[in-house]
């Protein structure tokens, strides 16, 4: 059986696909799994084909890989929590790749600690995308978003909000209904979540919803999972599995090759040692030393925000 899986990215993250490539590979359950892998990167992260093909060579030479190094069509959009632009090539995926039906796209500040076959089985016909829900649905986050402009437009998805970080999409269904036309409207617009809130408002009506385990939220510790079953979100049984057995731990938030000590980042960290040439790539002295924005900075970043006119 093969997967396809997609990674999008620029020069900003490029060293970090290599390890959530390699850690893909290393976790797959069975060896009649194998998978397409399909790397959608600006021109300046392009160098980093060669590495992957290394990982690929010694990992499982059966999975083929596809590096598309294009001008990013979604230059210009809004770019806000140090969040660059990049983000919105997953929104070109459908068109990049006319051959493909079906993907799994995850962000490459992910860490696989299973394989995604399970997940890649399920039947998407009628809707667009599966993805799990995110913490945006928590009351008080979603009463501080809701005075934004747009956020009227998503009236129907509290409670049901996707993060985007993991999402199966249905390329042909993204066809069907001609959504790059929205897409492409939206992103001329100041969303806060950016091309996450696009998928949000387009796609509410063909969502359907993966378990957590499947987006494990590495800055949000266990006594914070249960948010998300007291305000009736997620079920406890599926919080106890992503807590005790998570499939894919996503670093949305503190990112460890910066900040050691972040929540489960450990984990990353044990996990490119075990590998030495992803170990030689990343300063883990260096992580250990930053505990954080210093005061300056914060000053910088909220100086950054007012004058911007974003929300606080």
């Excluded at 939206?186 to 509410?204: E, G, H, V």
């Excluded at 106890?240 to 894919?248: G, S």
Aim: net charge neutral; glycine share 4%.
């Amino acid at each position: 059986m093969y997967i396809n899986i997609a990674f999008c990215f620029d020069q900003n993250i490029a060293k970090q696909v290599q390890v959530t490539l390699a850690s893909l590979l290393d976790h797959t359950k069975t060896a009649d799994v194998h998978y397409h892998i399909y790397c959608v990167c600006t021109k300046e992260a392009a160098y980093i084909e060669q590495y992957l093909k290394e990982i690929i060579e010694t990992t499982d030479r059966s999975t083929t890989l596809t590096v598309k190094a294009i001008e990013n069509p979604y230059q210009g959009s809004y770019e806000v929590r140090e969040v660059s632009a990049g983000t919105y090539l997953r929104l070109a995926l459908h068109r990049l790749l006319p051959e493909v039906d079906k993907i799994l796209y995850t962000d490459v500040d992910v860490l696989f600690l299973d394989s995604p076959d399970e997940i890649w089985q399920w039947p998407m016909e009628g809707y667009v995308l599966a993805a799990v829900k995110g913490a945006v649905n928590f009351s008080d986050k979603w009463e501080w978003n809701s005075d934004r402009p747009y956020w009227k437009h998503m009236e129907k998805m509290r409670g049901k909000y996707i993060n985007a970080g993991v999402t199966l999409l249905n390329l042909s269904e993204i066809r069907k209904r001609n959504l790059e036309k929205q897409w492409e409207a939206w992103a001329q617009q100041k969303l806060y979540y950016q091309d996450q809130d696009i998928l949000n408002i387009t796609c509410q009506d063909a969502i359907r919803y993966l378990p957590p385990r499947y987006n494990r939220f590495a800055y949000m510790e266990e006594k914070e999972y249960g948010r998300f079953v007291s305000e009736g979100i997620l079920t406890e049984p599926e919080c106890r599995e992503a807590i005790e057995h998570p499939a894919i731990i996503h670093y949305a938030g503190d990112k460890p090759w910066k900040r050691y000590d972040t929540n489960l980042g450990y984990l990353w960290w044990n996990y490119v040692n075990s590998r030495p040439e992803l170990a030689k790539q990343f300063d883990e002295e260096k992580a250990k030393k930053y505990h954080g924005p210093t005061l300056l900075e914060r000053g910088a970043r909220k100086m950054k925000k007012i004058f911007s006119r974003e929300k606080l």
